[in-house]
């Protein structure tokens, strides 16, 4: 053996015993900060109830299924994919309380998880060691029909909510989403809307107060915890202020009887039309009338690629009301008195959640998504009509990529009327419409990902001549890793700028970083797309 070999040789040696020293080293490292950390949990001072029962680190076995029970996206259940050091499924608030002080002593991180339903799967998955403070416990609902309020926590699922309201009154609802399974916590923090937003706005303008764990383990209420920091939690996602506990809302009015309705049209040159159309006239109907317009490739009756459109609505109101109301602003979508039926609110949910015929209104009550699928999520807002050739070219090229379904959700009413300053979310007057980019998988790997992820990415840039521009607006709740990730380092705050004027626009950005920057300036709550700190020169 040559000099130089041996030399190389034994320089390699070394390298990799250094190398298993330091990786040692760091998993030795890494398995003293969870020790210490459960060592503090369970001996802090804050639990009013013991909490080894809530604490699940990987060697228990029971720490899969907890893990997997919110977990709503495939992408994110790789083996690839970094698991939490333990999870604290909190069973009361000082568990909570406990979780904060403990984790800011050993510096671990936390992810709120709270339905599990974050597209991009920012409640249970970082790329650092952390651990998941898990809310599906804390799931007590009260209602007040007297005074027609309720108080949520934020682990019960919109379909909890709605069952309890509907168990006192069949004349009160909530406007959130129509997904039941999802979580109160982040879709409320985040804005909320659903079919009943044209007649109500957002889930946060009719939320009046909340409870929140801060960075101090301080529980606070609105009135303690002061106007701006409300403001911050109902819009701007409360996940980068403090842990949301529960929020209290205000119940709205609905018809013992709505209407519900869902037509299908199918070829391009029909879709065109009738597409064209409601773009002209979906945020100018009558308040209470919600029309979603869902676009897909569909096969012909002949095998071949072309575009099927569908029209989920509700109607706050009877059928004979509906039908004067589309004869005279939209006959272009041909609806028929036969198309509609009439059904309490509750029944209105779960039949647009396409439940089977008769379903009960306990269906509402199941935490276990029907299908869990490999994910990706984008938005857009739209300002202005689309042309009919502009139409036809989106949707030829929807054909060409064969896999991206766009929603597009309907604007206009009550939406138009709050200021764009009164919650951190600005999206409201002078917009047509929202639309969501979607696309499910079943192939599992990280190739596949991309290959699909990919479609997205080409279908929204396609799109960049019919959205909106300086900025190109997008919606906090489908959550967008490709718009900008913040690394929390030296650059947070002009990491964040990046993605948050997109979801707030530029005075609702600034203004959550100021709040931020009071109410945790060490920046402790923290994620991917989390509100930064203003730079410590700015302090």
Known sequence: MSNYNFLFISTMFVIALILCSLFGHSLATSNNVQQNFI?????????????????????????NTILQAYLRNLRFNESTTRKPALIVTVLDISHVQ??????????????????????????YVADHPFFILDLFNLRSINVSIEDETAWVQTGATLGELYYRISEKSSTHGFPAGVCPTVGVGGHFSGGGYGNMMRKFGLSVDNIIDAELVDVNGKLLNRESMGEDLFWAITGGGGASFGVVISYKINLVRVPAKVTVFQVRRTSIQNVTNVAHRWLQVADKLDYNLFIRMIV????????????GASFPSLFLGNTSTLMNIMDQSFPELGLQRSDCQEMNWTQSLIRYFNSPPGSPDSTLLSRIRRTVVHLKRKSDYIKNPISKQGLRSIFNKMVELDHVGLYFNPYGGRM??????????????GNIAKMQYTLDWAENGVDAANRYINLTRVLHEYMTPFVSKFPREAFLNYRDLDIGVNHNGKNSFIEGSVYGVKYFKETNFRRLVKVKTIVDPDNFFRNEQSIPTLPSTYH
Request: hydrophobic share 35%; charged share 15%; proline share 5%.
């Open 296 to 307: 897909n490739v569909v096969n012909s009756t002949n095998g071949a690629k072309t575009i």
């Open 416 to 429: 138009a009327e709050i200021s764009e300053f009164a919650k951190p979310f600005p999206h409201r007057a």
């Open 39 to 63: 060592h503090c949990l369970i001996s802090s001072t804050k639990l009013t109830i013991p909490i080894t029962g809530a604490i699940y680190t990987p060697s228990n076995s029971s720490f």
């Open 98 to 123: 406990a979780s904060i002080i403990c984790a800011k002593k050993h510096n671990l991180l936390m992810k709120i998880r709270s339905g599990g339903h974050d597209y991009e799967g920012l409640s």
